[in-house]
């Protein structure tokens, strides 16, 4: 069976080891076999560059314990970024080296924004030419075609994005068609997708898409996932406040499995067995007392399927 795995969430730790070393104890404690480390929380690359004080650091902290371990890069690499595209490249692959140093098999990575979240307050156009957004798909794929082939140990999973009211699509992740023939061609055997089960409810909410027959598109390139729960509904970027959002459905809420309304079941049964990968839960931090509530929801979703297999 596959293992299920938690994980450490960067804005909970916020560059803090004692909080680090808590929550894996903690984790540890709960029955917890695999966690997906954040190198940004973690504060271990500085200016495109592994940190090696603080890559020892935690090191020496994780040596006392016996997870699996996935990686996630920092969320605003961009291999699309028009400023300095070479410091994302470095970003990226110092995600790669970190991961080799912990033994981590995957760093998940967002796919390339035609125009990043940080610059959707900046008054710039809301989308792209078409050729000017395919030369910047050619780029972002000469870029990942080479990170892989000097890290081959490491898969990068390309995570499908959550779309946003008013600005989408700012991504080629958003539409799953244009996700997996991007990774298509790449063309490398460590570069897959990474299956974010809470960001492809509201993209299929938002275009109107069946989800189902979006994962089975994906199946074959499918690396890694993310699973959370939510309700499908979409939000503008500036709505991050979860207490607002949650009495009416709303927002990207990283909710425990069970809690919203996605077919987490259905989507898992499509992707099993052939998919041997973790089973990546990413909780929001508010969330961290309901962890094994998830987890054990999860298990009953994954028991209900081999059953019905037999």
Not at 50 to 75: C, G, T
Not at 123 to 140: I, Y
Not at 213 to 238: C, M, Q, S, W
Request: aromatic share 8%.
């Amino acid at each position: 069976m596959n293992t299920i795995g938690m994980k450490i969430d960067e804005v909970r730790i916020d560059g803090c080891l004692d909080k680090f070393l808590s929550d894996l104890e903690q984790m540890q404690d709960m029955g917890i076999r695999a966690v997906e480390l954040p190198v940004h929380g973690l504060d271990v690359i500085l200016n495109g560059q592994l940190w090696q004080r603080r890559m020892d650091e935690v090191s020496a902290i994780l040596r006392d314990f016996k997870f699996q371990y996935s990686v996630h890069a920092p969320n605003p690499v961009n291999l699309m970024d028009k400023h300095d595209p070479g410091l994302h490249a470095d970003v990226l692959a110092a995600s790669l080296g970190f991961a080799r140093n912990v033994g981590a098999g995957v760093v998940v990575y967002h796919g390339g924004r035609y125009i990043p979240e940080e610059a959707f307050n900046m008054g710039g156009p809301r989308d792209l030419p078409r050729a000017q957004k395919a030369s910047m798909r050619e780029a972002e794929a000469l870029v990942l075609q080479s990170v892989s082939k000097s890290c081959p140990d490491v898969c990068i999973a390309v995570e499908n994005a959550r779309p946003y009211t008013g600005q989408s699509p700012y991504t080629y992740a958003e539409s799953i068609d244009d996700l997996h023939t991007q990774v298509s061609d790449v063309n490398r055997p460590n570069v897959g997708i990474n299956l974010d089960f809470g960001h492809l409810g509201m993209t299929a909410s938002f275009y109107g898409f069946d989800i189902l027959d979006a994962v089975e598109k994906i199946r074959p390139l499918v690396v890694h996932t993310h699973i959370h729960d939510n309700f499908g509904g979409v939000v503008h970027h500036y709505e991050k406040q979860q207490t607002h959002q949650l009495p009416f459905g709303r927002g990207d809420n990283h909710m425990p499995v069970g809690w919203g309304t996605l077919p987490i079941r259905e989507m898992l049964a499509i992707i099993l067995p052939r998919y041997k990968g973790l089973l990546m839960m990413e909780l929001r931090s508010r969330y961290f007392p309901y962890i094994t509530e998830s987890r054990d929801n999860l298990n009953a979703l994954l028991e209900n399927i081999a059953d019905n297999k037999d």
